[in-house]
């Protein structure tokens, strides 16, 4: 069983439809990271957060310690938010990275 | 801030050659890291460097070397190439270690 779970794997999605992707681990963190992954290959960090939750645009995450679960919200998606949504938690002495969830918006 | 510069963009090489990869960040990073991306597989951690003057493995190591030139600079040495090794591979930085990274552009390498 891998340390760190995304789920899912893919989701095809229509414009304007609430997205959510899960992250799910097995270790003990300090923190977890969200990032994106363009098609184009680059890689943008979205948030690093240990607890509660974050905003930014129309892009929220949450952490919950205690369930060892995060999620990833995209409200009013659109299809520029087509990408490999990657999370990975930052243990003792390391950061463990998930598979990646690829997600496709058609208009 | 032009953040996380990588060069080269692409690279072509034959079994056997050699080449550096050069990964430079102006955030005044502490840590910087070598990644490979093969496809459909995650990120796999080559080498970092916690600080200016020191490195250590990561996960897949073998066929690398890593210099930490200065505080800035982080580069990617491969000796003798393998198709094994052909991927993409990018280079980050983060203010700590395994504090929020930042990545490079990538550099897509094939090994024929």
């Known amino acids: 069983k891998n340390e760190v779970e995304q789920s899912p794997q893919n989701l095809t999605a229509q414009e304007g439809e609430f997205i959510t992707i899960n992250c799910s681990y097995s270790?003990?963190?300090?923190?977890l990271h969200w990032l994106q992954q363009h098609p184009g290959g680059g890689i943008v960090s979205l948030f690093m957060?240990?607890?509660?939750?974050k905003k930014h645009g129309r892009l929220i995450a949450t952490i919950n310690i205690q369930e060892k679960h995060s999620s990833l919200h995209i409200t009013a998606s659109h299809p520029r938010d087509s990408a490999v949504y990657i999370c990975?938690?930052?243990?003792?002495?390391?950061?463990?990275w998930g598979a990646g969830t690829k997600l496709i918006i058609k208009p | 801030n032009a953040g996380v510069t990588q060069t080269p963009k692409f690279q072509v090489l034959k079994t056997g050659q050699s080449m550096t990869l050069q990964c430079a960040q102006d955030m005044n990073h502490n840590s910087m890291y070598w990644y490979r991306q093969d496809p459909g597989m995650g990120l796999r951690l080559i080498y970092y460097s916690a600080s200016e003057g020191t490195t250590d493995k990561g996960e897949v190591p073998n066929g690398y070397n890593v210099s930490r030139l200065n505080k800035r600079e982080f580069s990617l040495r491969l000796e003798s190439a393998a198709p094994s090794q052909t991927s993409v591979y990018f280079c980050?930085?983060?203010?700590?270690?395994?504090?929020?990274?930042?990545f490079g552009p990538g550099t897509r390498l094939t090994v024929l």
């Open positions: 270790v003990g963190i300090s923190a």
């Open positions: 990975a938690v930052k243990g003792d002495y390391q950061l463990i």
């Open positions: 957060l240990s607890s509660g939750k």
């Open positions: 980050a930085s983060s203010a700590d270690r395994y504090n929020e990274q930042f």
